[in-house]
């Protein structure tokens, strides 16, 4: 090995598939911006290769790395030490390695709450769709961090929404409410936020709207689509026609890449770096 390979720290994401992963052009921009001598690649890896994968990066000289679909989960046994709100949730996105003592990290929690940050003082009554890995995090964010009163989650298969509020239940005491799509549509509640953390409108599907806002929404709910391609989703586009504040997948996007950052390199991504990420992204996610 040279010396330049030595001083040059390696990063990486991996999951299956990586073709349209975003986080090498945010890291390696960021690292550029900050004049760190690091690279980001992706490592994609067919589910059949994925022990074996891991087995190799842990014995090669890596310094970061993030998981994605469909390993977050499947990832928990690579990890020595895991940070507690990654062990709430049950899944990590972020790995601190050191040597071959890995530590797992989830940042999607934090990604989700900082565009809202400043309007979590009147979140009280909310409603997840979906019940999924990410409907983990925004719940576990919900509750952990801003302790809402409520948490309404619904999703197609009522079942997986009540294993997801028994898990809940041992980290915090609020009232919780489980249901369909339909009955939440119907429940008559003006909510303050409204999360999609489903997949229901994200470009090559059929444009579809997961909930309609109108009959649980009032002014000032906030209507936020995990998708951030299309950058506005029917949901978005229903919510905007009400004049609802909005919030896409773009902000979650890039605030959960730089607390990943922070982990690694304990510093934030320049103000020219986020700026020219909410610039370039969505054209290069179209
Ligand atoms: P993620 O980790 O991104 O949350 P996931 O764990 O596969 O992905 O969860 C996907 C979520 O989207 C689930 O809540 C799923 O509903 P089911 O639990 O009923 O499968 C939801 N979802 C996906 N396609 C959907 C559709 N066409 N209509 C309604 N919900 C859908």
Known sequence: MNKMNTTIKRYGI??????????????NRAFGDLGIKAVYEKIETEPEKFE????????????????????????????????????AIGAVNTIKCHYDRWTGYNTDWAGFLKP???????IEKCLITGAGGAARAVAFALLKVKRV?????????????????????QHGTIEFR??????AAECGISFDLIVNTTSVGMSG???????????????????????????ET??????????????????????????????WTGRRFNQNTINHLFDKLPELIR
């Open 178 to 183: 489980t249901s369909d799509l339909n009955e």
């Open 205 to 231: 599907q059929k444009e579809e709207l997961i909930i309609d806002p109108q009959p649980i929404s009032k002014p000032g709910t906030i209507i936020y689509d995990l998708i951030y391609n299309p950058l």
């Open 14 to 27: 991996i999951g299956f598939p990586l073709k349209h992963s975003f986080s090498p052009y945010i890291h």
């Open 52 to 87: 074996e994968k891991m087995a190799e990066l842990k014995s090669g000289n890596l310094s970061g790395l993030n998981v994605t679909i469909p390993y977050k989960e499947r990832i928990l046994r690579f990890i020595d030490q895991i940070d507690p709100y990654a062990k």
């Open 116 to 122: 809202i940050e400043t309007d979590l003082d009147s």
């Open 149 to 169: 009163e409520f948490l309404w989650i619904a999703n197609r298969t009522v079942q997986r929404a009540e294993k997801l509020v028994r898990t809940l239940k």
């Open 234 to 263: 029917p949901l978005l586009q229903a919510a905007a026609k009400l004049n609802l504040k909005t919030v896409n997948g773009l902000p979650m996007l890039i605030f959960q890449a730089e607390e990943a950052f922070k982990i």
